[in-house]
């Protein structure tokens, strides 16, 4: 499967997609940025673009608290999607919750993709040094 | 010789003898008979006289026969007693006296023998050794010996059995003055002293139980009893039995001991304990089971069954368990159960019944015994439902830090963000876009601190009032306040609730819990279909069952059932979608001690079912 520089961004807060797309840009200027307001409407379309074989992004920024369906519920479903390689996911949640932090650990035992968590705000160095590094 | 006495007078003097007397010859045959003798032997049908002895006793013993033989020798004086078998075979006793028989010149000329039928006698004889017999084994096997006082001579004559309970020596000779001395000072000899008098100046019999000491010191129980004896009309003694009754008296009073013992125990332990036969009838109760049972005294309930006791469902479930533990010889041990008496009061118990066996190894009914664990069960419910409260406060609090971990900081986390893109920001036009968000954030925390505020109130509210609310009323009123948006939406509200259920409820928390369940209804409408509310109500249990039907989008509740009321859940992509409505209406629920029931199905509708406290 063939990646482009593509990010894509599920949050339902219309201003973080802003910021961190704001943040993002000088860096990576010919990124391609995508957004979904919650798990399902971004698990649809991952699925879809499985089925036929399109590109898929090169990196995921998850929220976890979103209506509909939330980080954790779209992680379930996306990990059990026929993807071999290994995809960038990084979790940006304004939770401190440590519920979520076992929880991030759980899924990182069960995926071959790699998952890291970060905790909102997030520094704009620090979200350029996560997406360059993958 | 013999030829030559004549016969006539002689004869005929014989024949009238009253004994039955016959003489005989040197040969031993009958030369006169009498006629008492004749009626005897004359059975034979042939003549007696000129018969030998042999001829009419064939079975004569030979001891007979040697003794008239001796009666020849000129032996006299010889007597004896025979048995001989009649007609019938029956038994007849003779007594005989045999004598030679002398002419004048005192030549035996033969035998002379005399018979008496003692019949009579011997069975009389024989059956007074048999009785003495009889009566001496009984009076040894029993302990009972016996006295004879004659007055005349101021004699007093002790049994050996008497001697024996005494235990004093067999040639012990008592005197009535120290037979009296042998009965304990104080009641006992007492007691005999006056029974004795008594019965000499009344006559007076007399049976007393007393104590008396022996020869040896002993102290002994005794049954004494005596009579006065009269010959003509005047007092000649007294005779009586002195029974040795220590041993049956000890074990009575051992087994009156361990009754009286066990009782005590049974009656006063703080458990309710009884005893049923086959039937399921008690048969012992102790206090607490009267008590239990409210009566005074356990004649009121022996002999009755659990079905006369308690209502028949309750008796049948008892019954089942008895034949169980009496059908299978196995005890039930520690069961909860609940009892309802008649009155209707309940007591939880743990009780066992256990199977009880004879001698034999039957059973022949059962024990029960029963804690009353009211209290103590009372103190577990109260205790859960501290629990219960507790682990609910405790889910608030989590949610609470929930909100204040995810929900505020992420308003924060925006600031923080868009802060640092505006300082970074050149382009004017871009930066006033940025302060736009950063005002739209700004009124974002102020909302979400209004309903923080919102939620403590609710849960900060200690007291609330609860007065009795008409629910079809409420319903009108909350329809009232919707008109202008149910109107807008063409929505259709139906309120089929009766007028006349009433439930406890708080006015303002019943306002808010009907409009966001209406708004609700009409917010996630069905996009093929104008929205449509049924409100209706009914009794259920002891409650009263609130449902609101609509015909929207439906939840998916296996997925979001769990969160369905829980705060900043949002199902739907709705811009209204606040997640905070059903929090609210679910902790105002909860507040007036109601509960709330989910049914949905996708595409087809969501039903609340709200049970309410009934009023009346």
Not at chain 2, 473 to 482: F, K, P, Y
Not at chain 2, 544 to 556: F, Y
């Amino acid at each position: 499967m063939m990646q482009f520089d593509s990010i894509c961004v599920i949050d339902d807060d219309p201003i973080v997609v802003f910021g961190i797309r704001k943040m993002l840009q000088g860096a990576f200027p010919d990124a391609t940025f995508t957004s979904y307001e919650n798990g399902k409407v971004a698990l649809d379309h991952l699925s879809a673009a499985v089925a036929s074989a399109s590109p898929l992004p090169r990196h995921i920024l998850l929220d976890i608290n979103m209506p509909i369906m939330d980080g954790w519920q779209f992680l379930d479903a996306f990990i059990r999607l026929p993807i071999t390689e290994p995809m960038d996911i990084t979790i940006i949640t304004s939770s401190i919750d440590p519920a979520d932090l076992q929880q991030w650990e759980t899924f990182r035992g069960l995926t071959h993709h790699r998952l890291e968590f970060r905790n909102k705000p997030i520094k704009k160095e620090d979200l350029i040094a996560i997406v360059r590094a993958a | 010789m013999i030829r030559d006495i004549p016969s006539g007078i002689h004869t005929y003097l014989v024949r009238q003898l009253p004994v039955p007397t016959a003489f005989f010859n040197r040969q031993l045959e009958v030369v006169y008979a009498s006629d008492s003798w004749i009626a005897i032997f004359g059975s034979l049908g042939k003549s007696v006289l000129g018969s030998t002895v042999k001829e009419l006793a064939p079975n004569a013993p030979k001891r007979w026969m040697d003794i008239l033989e001796n009666c020849l020798e000129g032996v006299t004086g010889q007597k004896g007693t025979e048995r001989v078998f009649g007609p019938d075979n029956q038994e007849i006793w003779y007594e005989y006296a045999n004598s030679p028989w002398f002419d004048e010149n005192e030549n035996i000329i033969g035998a002379i023998v005399q018979v008496t039928d003692v019949t009579q006698r011997v069975r009389k004889e024989l059956e007074y050794e048999k009785t003495r017999i009889l009566l001496e084994a009984n009076a040894e096997l029993a302990l009972i010996g016996s006295w004879e006082y004659d007055v005349e001579r101021d004699s007093l004559k002790w049994s050996d059995m008497t001697r024996q309970i005494h235990e004093v020596p067999l040639h012990y000779t008592p005197t009535l003055e120290s037979a009296i001395h042998f009965y304990k000072e104080g009641y006992s000899r007492n007691t005999i002293t006056q029974k004795v008098y008594l019965a000499i100046d009344t006559g007076q019999s007399w049976s007393e139980k007393l104590q008396l000491i022996t020869a040896e010191g002993r102290e002994i129980w005794v049954v004494a009893s005596g009579k006065p004896l009269y010959k003509g009309g005047k007092y000649i003694g007294l005779v009586g039995t002195l029974q040795d009754v220590t041993e049956i008296t000890l074990s009575e009073q051992k087994i009156t001991e361990s009754e009286r013992l066990l009782s005590t125990v049974v009656d006063n332990l703080p458990l309710n304990v009884y005893i049923k036969d086959l039937e399921s009838r008690k048969t012992l109760v102790n206090k607490s089971e009267c008590a239990y049972m409210g009566v005074t005294e356990p004649s009121e309930l022996i002999g009755k069954s659990d079905f006369d006791l308690y209502d028949a469902r309750m008796a049948q479930v008892s019954r089942d368990e008895d034949l169980y533990v009496m059908n299978n010889g196995k005890s039930i041990l520690g069961k909860e159960t609940l009892s309802v008496r008649k009155d209707g009061s309940t007591t939880y118990f743990l009780s066992s019944k256990i199977p009880l066996l004879d001698a034999s190894n039957q059973i022949y009914g059962l024990l029960g015994v029963s804690l009353d664990i009211t209290d103590l069960k009372n103190k577990e419910n109260e205790l859960r439902d501290l629990i219960d409260v507790t682990s609910r406060q405790n889910a608030k609090l989590l949610n609470f830090a929930h909100i204040v971990s995810h929900n505020l900081r992420s308003h924060s986390a925006n600031f923080s963000m868009l802060l640092e893109l505006l300082a970074a920001e050149e382009d004017p036009e871009e930066a006033r876009r940025i302060v736009r968000m950063l005002t739209g954030a700004s009124d974002n925390l102020m909302e979400a601190l209004e309903n923080l505020q919102e939620v403590v109130a609710l849960n900060a509210s200690t007291e609330i009032r609860m007065t009795p609310v008409n629910l079809r009323g409420a319903v009108s009123r909350a329809e009232d306040q919707l008109a202008a948006f149910l109107g807008a939406n063409q929505a259709c509200l139906h309120n089929d609730i009766p007028a006349e259920l009433t439930i406890t409820a708080v006015p303002a928390y019943m306002e808010n819990i009907l409009e966001n369940f209406i708004t609700n209804a009409v917010k996630y409408r069905h996009p093929e279909r104008t929205p449509e509310i049924r409100l209706s109500a009914r009794k259920a249990g002891g409650k009263i069952e609130l449902s609101i039907a609509d015909n929207g989008l439906g939840i998916d509740l296996d997925m979001y059932g769990d969160k369905l009321f829980g705060m900043y859940k949002t199902f739907h992509k709705h811009p209204d979608a606040k997640g905070i409505g059903l929090y609210i209406v679910k902790n105002q629920i909860e507040a007036m001690q109601a509960k709330i029931l989910t049914c949905s199905e996708v595409d087809q509708g969501t039903t609340f079912k709200i049970y309410f406290n009934d009023a009346v």
